[in-house]
């Protein structure tokens, strides 16, 4: 497989803000800061914009399946992380575990869940919907789970200035692009890829500055490598018993191939987009935003590699010849 180039430029972004972190120093005329929070205000009106509310009426009547999903993402998840909170022995076992958590609550993604679900041959529809759908419902739950610990980290952890900054850089816009869909929703799609390439370059601002901030204050001078094939390892791990409670799960409901493989891909996937607009808002006034991001990023490369093994596998089955007799 070859390697996916966002995924390069993310690896780049962080290099850059090693060897150079004065870049993102806000002493500037125009700071990363101010085209970062506006670059994300952008990112969910256009978002806005893609979502059309007859499909989203028109995919609430596969509600079993839905609920499997959202389930996963945003209670299996974060359900699993938790369970080894308990035996965190120090501060950097807390920061570390943190980081992984907060990859545990953020919504799916979008347009890798729908490209895979349409490789595998699976319920593309219901792709679509619960993609978007996730991404509605983690602008509401993912800073509530992330409320509940932050507040050991950050003294000065505020709900209603995170959710003013939500509300202003998130909510309006989406809501604003929903408003606006009916007029400019064609060009939207028109325009995707155009879109999508504006995405990517917002994300990796928010990469580099939080990467940059992270080096200049040291916070990884205390992580060995071996921390980093542990994290990498935790992840891997993650992936896997979610992909495997949710196909059981599947399975019992005696879903259908189409929505079976909607489920396990939907349901086992995390946004980066999400992700870093989401670390920009809850992080920024910590010291180790950068590391927040580490498992997302690990995650991000990880998913897109073998949920495209298993969609290759879903789909060459989809196209064998059936036996006769």
């Known amino acids: 497989m070859k390697l996916d180039k966002f995924v390069l430029a993310i690896a780049i972004a962080v290099i850059l ?49 839905h609920i499997v999903i959202q389930s996963s993402t945003f209670l299996i998840f974060p359900l699993i992380v938790l369970i080894f909170y308990p035996f965190l022995q120090n501060e950097q076992q807390r920061i570390i575990w943190l980081s992984v958590f907060f990859l545990a609550v953020l919504p799916s993604t979008v347009s890798s869940s729908v490209v895979m679900v349409s490789m595998a041959k699976g319920n ?15 602008i509401f739950v993912t800073p509530l789970w992330m409320g509940l610990f932050l507040h050991q980290q950050q003294n000065n952890f505020n709900f209603s200035e995170i959710y003013f900054q939500l509300i202003v850089q998130i909510i309006i816009p989406v809501i604003l692009g929903i408003l606006l869909q009916p007029k400019l929703g064609k060009l939207a799609t028109r325009f995707s890829k155009e879109l999508s390439m504006f ?24 992580i060995k490598w071996i921390d980093l094939v542990i994290l990498f390892m935790l992840v891997l791990v993650l992936f896997f018993m979610v992909y495997a409670i949710v196909y059981t799960i599947s399975s019992l409901f005696s879903f259908s191939r189409e929505d079976k493989i909607t489920a396990l891909f939907c349901g086992s996937k995390k946004s980066l987009v999400h992700g870093t607009v989401f670390s920009k808002v809850l992080f920024s006034n910590l010291a180790f935003a950068g590391l927040m991001l580490l498992p997302l990023m690990l995650f991000h490369a990880f998913q897109l590699l073998i949920v495209s093994i298993i969609a290759g596998r879903f789909a060459r089955e989809q196209n064998q010849p059936k036996k006769v007799g």
């Open 17 to 65: 803000a090693y060897y150079f972190p004065q870049l993102s120093a806000d002493n500037a005329y125009v700071t990363l800061n101010e085209v970062s929070s506006v670059g994300i205000a952008l990112i969910f009106f256009f978002y806005g914009l893609k979502l059309s509310p007859e499909k989203i009426k028109a995919g609430l009547k596969n509600w079993k399946l």
């Open 124 to 138: 593309i529809p219901a792709a679509i919907f619960n993609a978007s759908i996730s991404g509605i419902i983690g």
């Open 199 to 222: 995405d990517k370059s917002i994300i990796l601002l928010i990469v580099y500055k939080s990467f940059a901030e992270s080096f200049e204050t040291g916070i990884f001078s205390g």
